[in-house]
């Protein structure tokens, strides 16, 4: 039992999964934005529009009028979708951006060592083979 706390602990501490609750946490926060920026500004954008299409003067309902009750009792809220894909559509290209500048990033800081591996520091056989070619000219 000891043994398996221990695998535990360590399982727990390694950081590829403190990484993955952090990256969890603050992407429930940002959904949580996403969502307030949705239902706060672009559905009563997107309401508005459609109450002008429409000719209705409520703009908050003017979504309710892409829902639809077939029975009484029953209604498709189509709404709540377009409202949800909205919301998806902006997060994945917010974290679209956030990756692509990531890997930018990540990339220009593996060419930056590769160009300082590329040019490595003369070796004493260098300096040795250097000598050995100013001696040979100096003896013509």
Do not use: C, H
């Amino acid at each position: 039992m000891k043994g398996m706390l221990k695998e535990f602990k360590e399982f727990m501490m390694k950081g590829d999964v403190l990484d993955m609750a952090v990256g969890i946490v603050i992407g429930g926060a940002f959904t949580a934005i996403v969502k307030n920026v949705v239902d706060g500004l672009i559905t009563p954008l997107v309401g508005l529009v459609v109450s002008l299409i429409t000719g209705t003067k409520d703009f908050e309902g003017a979504l309710s009028v892409l829902d639809w009750t077939p029975v009484k009792g029953v209604t498709f809220q189509f709404s709540l979708v377009i409202s949800a894909i909205i919301t998806f559509i902006i997060t994945g290209f917010v974290l679209f951006t956030i990756v692509k500048a990531a890997n930018k990033a990540k990339s220009a800081r593996k060419k930056e060592k590769e160009e300082v591996v590329a040019d490595p520091a003369p070796t004493a056989e260098d300096y040795l083979a250097e000598i050995r070619d100013l001696l040979k000219e100096q003896a013509k």
